[in-house]
């Protein structure tokens, strides 16, 4: 499987689907690693880790990074990355609003 991955929390989102799929758990992800728990957790939310980190994380789930040449998005895909975050913040609103 081939995904295009332009975003860290498009990375992230794929990393716990593959880690899913092969029925791991964050700690047992991690530990397969060589790293700590909070490194799983990062990468998944699309926070920033070290470049070493992420190539430990990947090689655990026998996943690797293949470069191409990027071109620019499709008009669908910006209009479906747009969508997405609007989509998100209406959530973070409603969770705000529960939470008072």
Aim: glycine share 6%; charged share 35%; hydrophobic share 40%.
């Amino acid at each position: 499987m081939t995904d295009i991955i332009r975003f860290p929390d498009e990375l992230g989102a794929r990393v716990r689907a593959q880690r899913e799929a092969l029925g791991l758990s964050k700690t047992e992800l991690a530990q397969r690693a060589g790293k700590v728990r909070e490194v799983v957790y990062r990468i998944e939310r699309g926070e920033d880790v070290t470049l070493s980190s992420l190539m430990a994380v990947l090689a655990a789930l026998g996943l690797v990074i293949r470069l191409e040449r990027a071109g620019l998005p499709t008009m669908q895909e910006v209009a479906a990355r747009f969508s997405l975050d609007e989509d998100e913040e209406e959530d973070e609103e409603e969770d705000d609003a529960d939470a008072t």
